[in-house]
């Protein structure tokens, strides 16, 4: 049986001498191929087969149970910048270290082309200098919302979560709830949050969003809230256990980025 798919590089790994194992996210869910020979035969493959690629994938497969053989794969696009550039490297290694580890059976098609256009963003926004951990953390912060509403825990920010009544000032947020409590339902694990981070989370969550005008925007108090609020609310839903992650704060914390 033969079929083609558009695809996302997660990961290669090599096989013996010759051949390479690749982790694809494809806009029908993710997948492993097998790219015979791929290790030798710069030829067939040439730059095609790089982490953060997007490919155009013809797959041979035998059996059910066999894993599909990568015949043929055209380069559909190259984020250059993010070979180039150390931090944005940083970033989409531990987002691909994120999808690599976590399964998310539903919206494969459109959780695939918004991938698709985020990577592109980063790739090619120039980031100014003073302006870049910033402009990174939100980045980060971006994808970890958006992604965990493809999830299916997309935070709930309309209404109380306990008994629905929309709320007009002093709003709650749970993250065991996944969302915002009023006054008289508020718990232990419930802290007040700021009516400007709500709303702030109110746009970020709605995509598509205009990056590059929300980049400029915002103040920092305000997405620092954001930014750590997002951390926790990953780590309480995820069972990622990654080293990516752990490198990009690093280098975003001791400003060794350029
Ligand atoms: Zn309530």
């Not at 256009?117 to 100014?128: A, D, G, I, R």
Request: with cysteine; glycine share 6%; net charge positive.
């Amino acid at each position: 049986m033969f079929f083609c798919s558009e695809a996302y590089v997660l990961n290669k790994e090599k096989i013996g001498e010759k051949d390479l194992l690749l982790e694809l996210l494809t806009p029908s869910g993710k997948i492993l191929s097998i790219a015979k020979g791929a290790q030798k035969s710069k030829r067939r493959f040439v730059n095609v087969l790089e982490e953060f690629n997007f490919i155009y994938a013809h797959f041979r497969k035998k059996g059910q149970e066999e894993i599909p053989i990568l015949e043929v794969a055209d380069l559909k696009y190259l984020p250059e910048n993010l070979r180039k550039d150390y931090s944005k490297f940083l970033l989409f290694s531990y987002i691909n270290e994120v999808l690599s580890q976590v399964s998310y059976p539903k919206l494969e098609v459109e959780y695939f082309f918004w991938i698709k256009e985020f990577l592109k963003l980063v790739n090619e926004l120039s980031l100014e200098s003073t302006f870049k951990v910033k402009a990174l953390e939100i980045l980060k912060s971006y994808f970890e919302w958006n992604f965990m509403g493809f999830l299916g825990w997309k935070p709930q920010l309309d209404y109380c979560v306990s008994c629905y009544r929309v709320i007009q000032r002093l709003y709650y947020f749970s993250i065991p709830l996944g969302g915002i409590l009023c006054i008289n339902c508020k718990d232990g694990e419930s802290f007040l949050l700021d009516q400007g981070v709500i709303e702030l989370l109110r746009k970020f969550i709605k995509i598509p969003i205009n990056l590059k005008e929300f980049l400029s925007m915002l103040t920092f108090s305000e997405v620092k809230t954001l930014i750590e609020l997002g951390e926790k609310y990953v780590s309480y839903f995820l069972s990622y256990k990654g080293k990516s992650l752990r490198i990009l704060k690093e280098a975003l914390s001791n400003g060794k980025i350029s």
